[in-house]
């Protein structure tokens, strides 16, 4: 089974804080580490993704930092927002033939006001 | 464009009966995946077709659950009979491949409750 193990399972972050989930993998053929952001009630939606050539790719506030020798890539949120609010989940995936994605457990973050 | 489309968003029913969940993908997204999403065991992969073929089921529970996508804007999930076990919410998506990135969009799924 090829996995992806997160953590924490759930985080607990000030306004204004930085929120900070990490993700290992097995899968060396992963060429794809997308992470998805999902609402109560709604389904996971895309919110940054980073191919294994690059260390670190940042859209706003949120931030993916790719350590591939070590098989490990976080997310970082800078001035985590209530509304930042949600499940997030990373991915691995292999293209090639098979553009399925392998998903972390997910991680419950809230953030107070 | 609407998104991903599916139905019902809620279904009850008794353990024992038919239920078949639907999907409509993004016109011209050429994978369609099913997923399921419990507390437990979190987001998985069912099943997921290629141009309407199925690639990969190897996700699926058991003989109980099948899937079909007859063309290239439709398929269903049929859980029969269900069981209380079967409680979950399922989601489709769909994808296409473009620069190396196969983003998956998902639908707003369909909560499944086998009482």
């Known amino acids: 089974q090829q996995q992806v193990k997160q953590s924490p399972q759930s985080l607990i972050v000030q306004k204004g804080g930085i929120s900070i989930i990490n993700c290992a993998y097995e899968?060396?053929?992963?060429?794809?580490f997308p992470w998805y952001q999902q609402f109560p009630g709604k389904g996971p939606a895309l919110l940054i993704a980073?191919?294994?050539?690059?260390s670190e790719k940042k859209e706003g506030r949120f931030t993916i930092s790719f350590n591939k020798s070590a098989k490990q890539f976080s997310l970082h949120i800078m001035d985590s927002q209530p509304g930042d609010s949600a499940t997030y989940f990373c991915?691995?995936?292999?293209?090639?033939?098979?553009?399925?994605?392998?998903f972390g457990k997910g991680t419950l973050l809230t953030v107070n006001p | 464009d609407a998104g991903v489309i599916q139905s019902p968003r809620h279904e009850v029913t008794e353990m024992g009966q038919e239920v078949t969940l639907r999907c409509k993908p993004i016109s011209g997204h050429d994978y369609l995946f099913w997923y399921r999403q419990t507390m437990m065991r979190g987001l998985e992969l069912l099943i997921y077709f290629n141009n309407n073929v199925p690639i990969d089921d190897s996700g699926m529970p058991e003989d109980r659950f099948s899937a079909k996508m007859p063309n290239a804007s439709f398929s269903t999930l049929k859980i029969q009979p269900s069981e209380p076990r079967d409680s979950a919410v399922y989601f489709c998506a769909s994808s296409y491949i473009v620069g190396g990135s196969y983003e998956q969009y998902f639908g707003p799924g369909t909560r499944l409750t086998v009482t």
């Open positions: 980073i191919r294994p050539d690059v």
């Open positions: 899968n060396t053929a992963f060429d794809y």
């Open positions: 991915a691995g995936g292999r293209g090639g033939s098979n553009y399925k994605l392998t």
